[in-house]
């Protein structure tokens, strides 16, 4: 079945230390999805990306769709610790309606 | 908008009892979703409606699960017979789909269910 990987599982940083996690998907995405959890809340929606190659950033995140539609990254400049949660990918496929959220990447900070 | 509206915030039940979780979706948002959250099986759907109709329910366990959507702004989830496997983090979300533009999911605060 169709399924969203996402790496790597869990990060460690130092504050002010970049960060990265990947999401790869096996077949083609329509578009995709970045929501963030922070511990013991609710996924919260962050951004949408729709084409091939897109990029969008928000402050000191940054978005990218890659050429053909199967990954996708985000990247935290200067983490701070405000930024600690888990960060999930969801993926959707052309004539489906589901995303497939990946198994997220939980990023924790150290001041 | 007070956003997506989940009640109770905790339960815990006794195994074999009847467990009903309750969704207030965001007005105006016309797919509704429930997903279970545990760290074995991270998020998982388990029943889509769109316009207060189920359209997928393929992700409920099995018939001890059951939802309901009598009209736009409230929706139901219920646990009969419950089971321990059952506890988990239960998320009800909204977003408005049109011309078959997605947009982002609205999340409720989830309800956390210990079944014992």
């Known amino acids: 079945g169709q399924q969203v990987m996402q790496i790597p599982q869990y990060q460690h940083v130092q504050e002010g230390e970049d960060f990265t996690t990947y999401c790869n998907s096996s077949?083609?995405?329509?578009?995709i999805q970045w929501y963030k959890q922070r511990p013991g809340g609710h996924p919260v929606f962050l951004i949408q990306?729709?084409?091939?190659?897109e990029v969008k950033k928000q402050k000191r995140l940054t978005f990218q769709f890659g050429e053909a539609k199967k990954n996708s990254s985000l990247h935290i400049t200067a983490t701070q610790t405000t930024d600690v949660g888990t960060y999930f990918c969801?993926?959707?496929?052309?004539?489906?309606?589901?995303?497939?959220f990946g198994t997220g990447t939980r990023l924790k900070v150290l001041a | 908008d007070a956003g997506v509206i989940q009640s109770p915030r905790h339960e815990v039940t006794e195994m074999g009892q009847e467990v009903t979780l309750r969704c207030k979706p965001i007005?105006?948002?016309?797919?509704l979703f429930w997903y279970r959250q545990t760290m074995m099986r991270g998020l998982e759907l388990l029943i889509y409606?769109?316009?207060?109709?189920?359209?997928?329910d393929s992700g409920m366990p099995e018939d001890r699960f059951s939802a309901k959507m009598p009209n736009a702004s409230f929706s139901t989830l219920k646990i009969q017979p419950s089971e321990p496997r059952d506890s988990a983090v239960y998320f009800c979300?909204?977003?408005?789909?049109?011309?078959?533009?997605?947009?982002?999911?609205?999340f409720g605060s989830g309800t956390r269910l210990t079944v014992v």
């Open positions: 007005s105006g948002h016309n797919s």
């Open positions: 077949t083609t995405l329509s578009n």
């Open positions: 990306l729709v084409k091939s190659g």
């Open positions: 969801a993926g959707t496929y052309s004539g489906t309606y589901k995303y497939i």
């Open positions: 979300a909204s977003s408005h789909d049109f011309r078959g533009r997605r947009y982002g999911y609205t």
């Open positions: 409606f769109n316009n207060n109709v189920p359209i997928d």
